[in-house]
């Protein structure tokens, strides 16, 4: 079947075909994941030969793949905003597209000492990512799941990010401060009845991640509508959503009071979050 690095490669990416357009890619992240080397090694070194016990956990981790199983969830592990983040079954895997939320709150004319809060941080990732750039903002990250806390705790004590505090919460059930600067979520946003939940990686995700009910407006409508008790004067909100939700979300929270409300696209030109700010 095969006995080099370079013949492994070429093995496993015939075998994604099916369920992956970036098949040699995965086949090298679990190559990679396999031997522990950086992606160099694969190419410096094509004629290495595999040991028995690295080929028989390459076509395990092969034949996940090949059944669909998330490249992040085989690893254990997804890369966003240039850090590393554990990842598991509880929680959503963090996508690209969301980076595009991050940046938009960097650029938010915050002060220094800005009080952040993030709704249903799953991995951590937006608001370990915000910490990471802006160091003496207080942020606070909050999820209803408790595997989710766990997750957020141990992303932020790997990137090594203690001021981060992070909560169990059902949105802001737990939450006892009133005067924040900026409130971001990623919150579940897909129709509960959208055929695309039987395909690809969102298989293997929590649907109660995934799914709202109102045609996928229920908590962005609701989050928009209580963070108005939340937010300091000026304060800002920041959602991602569906890019065929912005029209919806930009009419709510202006309906809400929200002021210079605006969507901004996403590195696909698609409609991904939108901001409002609270009047001062």
């Known amino acids: 079947m095969f006995n080099t ?13 099916a369920v992956s357009d970036t098949a040699k890619l995965d086949a090298e992240v679990i190559l990679l994941h396999v031997i522990h080397k950086q992606r160099n090694h694969l190419y410096t070194w094509p004629d290495e030969r595999l040991t028995v016990q690295q080929a028989s956990d390459f076509k395990q981790l092969v034949a996940q793949r090949a059944l ?24 959503l895997i963090p996508r690209p597209d969301t980076e595009i939320l991050v940046e938009t709150a960097l650029n938010l004319p915050l002060a220094d000492n800005a009080k952040v809060l993030d709704l249903g941080t799953g991995t951590g990732a937006i608001a370990l990512s915000l910490a990471y750039e802006r160091p003496s903002w207080q942020v606070t990250a909050v999820d ?9 705790e141990t992303n932020r004590d790997n990137l090594k990010l203690p001021q981060v505090e ?18 971001v979520s990623n919150p579940p946003y897909i129709d509960e009845d959208d055929e695309h939940l039987s395909q690809g990686d ?5 649907q109660s991640a995934l799914t709202a009910g109102m045609q996928g407006y ?32 930009r009419q709510k ?11 901004v696209r996403d590195f696909g030109s698609n409609d991904r979050c939108t901001l409002g700010r609270w009047p001062r």
């Open 5 to 17: 690095l370079a013949e492994a490669l070429d093995w496993a990416s015939s075998q994604f075909g």
């Open 68 to 91: 669909g199983k998330p490249i992040a969830h085989i690893v254990g592990e997804r890369e966003f905003w240039s850090l590393p983040f554990k990842v598991n079954p509880t929680t």
């Open 144 to 152: 209803k799941i408790a595997e989710a806390v766990a997750l957020a």
């Open 166 to 183: 992070v909560l169990q919460s059902d949105w802001f059930d737990a939450i006892e401060e009133y005067d924040f600067n900026l409130i």
């Open 202 to 206: 969102v298989r293997f995700e929590p």
């Open 218 to 249: 229920a908590d962005l409508f609701h989050i928009a509508q209580a963070a108005r008790d939340y937010l300091a004067p000026g304060g800002y909100l920041l959602l991602e959503h569906g890019f065929e939700q912005a029209l919806s979300v």
């Open 253 to 263: 929270m202006i309906e809400l009071g929200y002021e210079a409300v605006a969507t």
